[in-house]
């Protein structure tokens, strides 16, 4: 793995900072009152039953698909197809029939530890739905999928442009983790980067723990593309493969005056060395030194007397 570190010098230095919001969705155990074993069921190609198991506080249905409404200033019922109504708000769900390749032994109830059978023929084509569980102005998505297809790899950039409910599998660097006990991050090829919202294992359930990602590993998954507001996700993904860093990085981004300065590069190195290219004239290492297990590395920047910016690239590795 390589890892680079921008450099900033300029007379006038102006750093725009990017701020990404981790969007925040009814999924999972996030719902209170609403606890669900699984989010993923399959249902083999010979056609049979898979069972969705939760626990519930409130009377709840079932629905393939659903919509919502609310009342506005006026007082009138607005109908929408979106699960997001302005704070506050009473949303009332109304839902349509379950897809017809598909049967459930309920599709309502009441309070309490409930498990819905979910049944479906013989089929040679691959099938996914997303089924949605409601409870009040709550709704935990359910994926049902049958004689799941095999997966090309594809690149985020292919991703971003796919149809949402499509299933990718991508390969790429962890860049950020936003929450660890779902197993939301953030995954980036160098074609571009998506949202992994959701990391479950083998059962469905969520067990972040379980796969050691860190930012800086290289990681193979697998799920079905949504789109949330701006943001490309990957929804409670299957993770295939993870490839440990051997460098991580605490910053990768320096902003700098135009005066001579110094700079502390922060590595964890796991492996027993480490090697670096440095092919700008202004940049140089003076020193290396591991302070407490973490690899200290002390850059000199060199005075930057034009009255334009520069830019310089080191790359550890």
Same mark, same amino acid.
């Given at each position: ?10 007379v006038v230095a102006i750093a725009s900072l990017l701020i990404g919001c981790t969007p925040e969705k009814i999924t999972g155990n996030d719902i209170s009152g609403l606890s669900v074993e699984a989010s993923y ?74 498990? *819905? @059978?979910?049944?479906? !023929? /013989? ?7 997303? #089924?949605?569980? $409601?409870?009040?102005? =709550? ?9 799941e297809p095999v997966i090309s790899q594809a690149t985020c950039a292919e991703v971003i442009a796919g149809p949402d409910g499509k299933v990718f599998m991508v390969k790429g660097i962890c860049t950020g983790i ?40 290289? *990681? @193979?998954?697998?799920? !079905? /593309? ?7 996700? #990957?929804?409670? $993904?299957?993770?295939? =493969? ?16 135009s005066a001579a300065s110094t700079i502390t590069i922060n590595a964890t190195v796991k492996g027993q060395s480490f090697n670096y290219e440095n092919e700008v004239p202004w940049l140089s290492i003076a020193s ?30």
């Open positions: 793995m390589k890892a680079k570190y921008f450099i900033l010098s300029a069921l399959q249902i083999p190609p010979a056609g049979g039953s898979a069972t969705l198991k939760f626990t519930i506080s409130d009377e709840w249905k079932i629905f393939e698909e659903a919509s919502y409404t609310w009342k506005n200033a006026e007082n009138k019922s607005v109908k929408v197809d979106t699960l997001i109504a302005p704070t506050g708000v009473e949303i009332k769900p109304h839902g349509v029939k379950i897809k017809s390749w598909l049967t459930a032994d309920k599709t309502s109830g009441g309070e309490g530890e409930h498990t *819905v @059978t979910i049944t479906a !023929p /013989k089929s040679d084509n691959y099938k996914s739905v997303v #089924l949605h569980l $409601v409870c009040g102005d =709550k709704t935990q998505f359910i994926t049902v999928s049958q004689n936003a929450n660890t006990t779902y197993g939301n991050w953030y995954l980036n090829d160098g074609t571009g980067e998506i949202y992994i919202y959701g990391t479950v294992d083998a059962t469905g359930a969520y067990n972040w723990a379980s796969f050691n990602i860190a930012v800086g590993d290289e *990681v @193979t998954v697998q799920g !079905p /593309k949504t789109t949330y507001g701006t943001v490309i996700e #990957l929804v409670d $993904v299957s993770v295939l =493969k993870v490839k440990k860093a051997l460098l991580a990085l605490e910053q990768d981004v320096f902003n700098v005056g290396v030194k591991d302070v407490d297990g973490v690899t200290a590395i002390t850059v000199n920047v060199a005075e930057n007397a034009a009255p334009t910016a520069r830019t310089g690239v080191l790359e550890f590795s």
